[in-house]
C-alpha cells in the first residue's frame, strides 16, 4: 500500500516501542504526531524524523491529556493511529496504592478506548487503527495483576473491533510484543536473548502486520508466540504457577 502522503499518530512516542514506530513509520513515508508528555523527548524524537513531522504533548492518564488528544483525531483525521502508551506498577494488588491502578486503567484502558473510539467514527477505507497490548494478556501474573487485566482488555477489546469494522475496509490489530528492552528496562540478563526483542523488531512486526492486514491479533516474535499459545493450552492453575516464580520487571514494557 502507498504511504506517501498518509498520517500517523502514535501515543507513547518519546520512548521504547513508541519512539521505534514512529521512526519505521516516518522512514516508511507517513507523516507522523507523536503524543508523550514528557516535551523534551518527544520532540527530540520528532526532530530526529526530519522535516513535517509534530509533536502533541499530552498526559494520556488525566482527562485533559485525553481530551486534547481526541480533537486532534477529530479536527485533522489520520490514517494510522496507534495506541502505543501505557504503564505497569508491579506488586501484591493490596499493597500497591490505589492510584496507581487507577492510572494504569486510565492509560492502558480509558485512553486506549476514548482514542479509538474517535479514530474509528470518522475512519475511511484503509485506514488503520493498532493497540500495542502484551503477551500478558494471555496469562494472568501474580504482582502484576492489574497490568495483565489491562492488556487483556486491550486484546479482546482489538479481536471484536477488528470484526466489526473488516467489512467497511478499516483494518485493527491487537499488538502483543513480549520482554522489550526499553529505556526503562534495557537488561534482562537473567533471560535468555532469545527471548528479549528490541522495540525496532516489535515496530518492524507491527509495519509487517499493518502492510499484510490479516490478523487480528499478531504477536511479536516466534517464542513470544509459543509462549502464548502454551499459557492458552496449559491449566490456568499451572500458569499461574510457572509465573508466579518469575520476576516481574522481565514482563514489563
Known amino acids: 500500500m502507498p504511504t506517501a502522503g498518509r498520517t500517523a499518530l502514535v501515543t507513547g512516542a518519546s520512548e521504547g516501542i513508541g519512539r521505534a514506530l514512529a521512526r ?19 520532540r527530540t524524537v520528532i526532530d530526529s524524523l526530519g522535516h513535517g513531522h509534530a509533536a502533541l504533548v499530552a498526559d494520556l492518564a488525566s482527562e485533559e491529556g485525553r481530551e486534547r488528544v481526541v480533537q486532534a483525531i477529530r479536527q485533522a483525521p489520520f490514517d494510522v ?6 504503564t505497569a506498577t508491579t506488586g501484591p494488588f493490596a499493597e500497591i496504592p490505589l492510584d496507581s491502578a487507577t492510572i494504569m486503567m486510565n492509560l492502558n484502558c480509558h485512553a486506549l478506548v476514548a482514542l479509538a473510539h474517535a479514530f474509528l467514527v470518522g475512519a475511511r477505507p484503509g485506514d488503520a487503527l493498532i493497540n500495542v497490548s502484551s503477551t500478558l494478556a494471555f496469562a494472568p501474573m501474580p504482582n502484576l495483576s492489574v497490568y495483565c487485566a489491562t492488556k487483556a482488555f486491550v486484546t479482546s477489546l482489538s479481536e471484536s473491533l ?5 467489512s467497511q475496509g478499516v483494518y485493527v490489530l491487537g ?20 527471548l528479549v526483542q528490541t522495540p525496532e523488531q516489535v515496530a518492524a512486526t507491527a509495519l509487517t502486520a499493518l502492510h499484510r492486514r490479516k490478523q487480528p491479533t499478531v504477536i511479536s516474535g516466534k517464542k513470544n508466540t509459543l509462549f502464548a499459545t502454551a499459557a492458552r493450552a496449559l491449566p490456568r492453575r499451572a500458569v499461574l504457577r510457572l509465573l508466579a516464580t518469575r520476576p516481574t520487571r522481565q514482563y514489563t514494557r
Open 81 to 86: 493511529l496507534i495506541n502505543n502508551a501505557g
Open 175 to 194: 499488538l502483543c510484543p513480549g520482554t522489550t528492552a526499553t529505556r526503562s528496562q534495557p537488561h534482562n540478563d537473567d533471560l535468555p536473548a532469545g
Open 24 to 42: 519505521a513509520l516516518a522512514a516508511a513515508g507517513y507523516t507522523v504526531t507523536g503524543v508523550a508528555r514528557n516535551e523534551e523527548r518527544l
Open 162 to 166: 477488528w470484526h466489526e469494522h473488516k
